[in-house]
C-alpha cells in the first residue's frame, strides 16, 4: 500500500519560515516527478511546486516563486518543501503527491494518482 505522509506544518508569523516533508513508503518514486498542492477552505486545490525524478526540472507557481524551494532525497524517498517569507495568503492544507506517469512533471491535481492527507500551515499576520 502506497503511503505518502507530509510533516512540518504549524502556526506561524508572516515573514517567517516552516519546512515541509513528505516521507514515502510502499514502494520507491524516485524514478517519479512528485509535487506540492494546496487547499486553502472554500478553494481550489492549487499547484504549488513540481520536480522531476532527478531534480533537474522544477516549477513553481507564480505566487510562491522566489518564496519557496523544492527539493528531494531519492535515497530517503522524500520530497522537501521549504517556505520563506510566509505570507497570509499561504494559509492552507498542503498536500503532497505522486504521479505514475515518469514522462513528464505534471502541474495539474488530475495528473498525480498517489496523495498525502496533507499538513495544515497557518500564517498570521
Known amino acids: 500500500q502506497v503511503q505518502l505522509v507530509e510533516s512540518g506544518g504549524g502556526l506561524v508569523q508572516a515573514g517567517d519560515s516552516l519546512r515541509l516533508s513528505c516521507a514515502a513508503s510502499g514502494r520507491t518514486f524516485d524514478r517519479n516527478p512528485m509535487g506540492w498542492f494546496r487547499q486553502a477552505p472554500g478553494k481550489e486545490r492549487e499547484f504549488v511546486a513540481a520536480?522531476?525524478?532527478?531534480?533537474?526540472?522544477?516549477y513553481y507557481a507564480d505566487s510562491v516563486k522566489g518564496r519557496f524551494i523544492i527539493s528531494r532525497d531519492n535515497a530517503k524517498n522524500t520530497v522537501y518543501l521549504q517556505m520563506n517569507s510566509l505570507k497570509p495568503e499561504d494559509t492552507a492544507v498542503y498536500y503532497c503527491?505522486?504521479?505514475?506517469?515518469?514522462?513528464?512533471?505534471?502541474?495539474?491535481?488530475?495528473?498525480?494518482?498517489?496523495w498525502g492527507q496533507g499538513t495544515q500551515v497557518t500564517v498570521s499576520s
Open positions: 520536480i522531476s525524478w532527478s531534480g533537474d526540472s522544477i
Open positions: 503527491a505522486a504521479p505514475t506517469t515518469r514522462l513528464a512533471v505534471p502541474v495539474r491535481p488530475k495528473e498525480y494518482d498517489y
